[in-house]
């Protein structure tokens, strides 16, 4: 393959720039009335058109076509930018060229006058790279530029860029590209390099790039190189992993159900058919993601471009899990995808992930609710144990409803927890006295409260030990009867 696909088609008109409309529109407005900034900042994810855009504004600030219709990709400057030579475009990589010195000979050089065109811009890519003083140096060109320069400061990580350095520049967020947008682009690449696909084929490879448009056509790229002149859901499977959707929304719905069993076959198969297990991970964490959406808002549209039949299944895991279950999974899964690497046992990190979110955590905060009052503990037979046996989806929240996932929500009363929370000490004196030493010292371990009408929460954090202390079955009932003794309720 000659040049890469994406340089081939970077877009050279602001026409071209796709899904970035709110920025190209504004600088095509800000052009036709000359009211362009001195200073720009480009900021969003890689491959989302910053250094494309930054070329197309430096093209039509110098371009000699009619106002209207810049930049015209035919006077002698379109050409000469776009094959890179254009004298009075320069381009600095601050990765490579981030300190002082670097900036210094460009404050230096930046009084001269353009030589060919009638601004002299500067695109200083990768700005966030600079050191302290090269900002420094900078700002001071920032803040006195010459008539006659522009420009253009393009990042990936505008929070690491000095406030003082932002607030001198007009700023534009690139937005990741809505994946049936670089499907589109994507079809006309290929047929106009004279091949057909299908379309779902062409959707997969948008989703997999996560809103990149280079990633997208480099994959494009790599399936043209295939031979076939035509694009194919099969085809692009094969290149992606042979993860197929089936088996990701199969593992949810294990663990919707709170299937381990289930979960556990689908990962043993995936690893003897030679799967990527990371892209299956990326894969579960993306369809999780959409479960938490439908449970937000049971709301499709907000979902890209899905098979209806995908949806409906969505639809059912949706009502099938809570919503602290599924953020817990998607914190859990995303953190195994960063430790699938390699390793003796590849699938080890997913099936931890998976039995975690199933069973609830090992360390997570081990609740025991104690019931008051005393009376009440005895005849409902409520056992601690059982109770902190069932999984705690979310470790730094403990909540009485103590995540079993179907009963109706239950008000929390914050005010009572605070007050005993606040007294939590005098409480402990109490229980020493009433209920020996030993209780006492275990309920020191106690993290956090949890309030509600009928009951009691308590977190003992990651400390089994001193919550299986309360929770013996003639420990608990006597803790309990102190607490609502101490309370009076
Ligand atoms: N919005 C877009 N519309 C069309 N093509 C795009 C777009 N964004 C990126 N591309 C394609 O990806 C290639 C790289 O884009 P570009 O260099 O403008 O991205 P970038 O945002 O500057 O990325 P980085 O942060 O990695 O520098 C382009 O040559 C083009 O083929
Ligand atoms: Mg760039
Ligand atoms: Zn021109």
Known sequence: MSTALYRKWRSQTFGEVVGQEHVTRTLQNA????????????????????????????????????????????????????????????EID???????????????????????????????????????????????????PPPHTRFILATTEPHKIPATVISRCQRFDFRRIPAPEIAEHLNHIAGEEGFSAESDALLTIARNAQGCMRDAIS??????SFGADRVTMAQVKQALGAVNTQAVVDFVGAIAAREAGQGLALIHKLTTDGASLTEFSHQVVEQLRAVMVLQMTNDPALLDDLPAETVQQMQQQARQMDLPTTLYAIKRFSTAVNELKGGFQPQLPLEMALIEVVQGEAAAPTIVTATAPYAAARSAGVSASQDAAKPAPIPSAPTATNATAKSEPVALDAETARRLWSRWKEYLAVVKTQCGQ????????????????????????????????????????DVAAALSKFFGT
């Open 94 to 144: 601050a990765a490579s060229n981030n300190s002082v010195d670097d900036v210094r000979e460009l404050r230096d050089k930046v009084g001269f006058r353009p030589s060919e065109g009638r601004f002299k811009i500067y695109i200083i890519d990768e700005v966030h790279m600079l050191s302290g003083s090269a900002f420094n140096a900078l700002l001071k060109t920032l803040e006195e």
């Open 438 to 477: 030993q209780a006492a010292a275990a309920l020191q371990a106690v993290r956090d409260v949890a309030v509600t009408d009928h009951a009691v929460a308590l977190a003992f954090g990651s400390n089994e030990f001193s919550r299986n202390l309360i929770a013996k079955p003639d420990v608990l009932p």
């Open 31 to 90: 052009l036709r009335d000359g009211r362009v900034a001195h200073a720009y900042l480009f900021s969003g994810p890689r491959g989302t058109g910053k250094t494309s855009t930054a070329r197309i504004l430096a093209k039509a600030l110098n371009c000699s076509a009619p106002e209207g219709e810049r930049p015209c990709n035919q006077c002698p400057t379109c050409q000469a930018i776009t094959e890179g030579r254009m004298i009075d475009l320069i």
């Open 219 to 224: 994959l494009l790229d790599q399936m043209l």
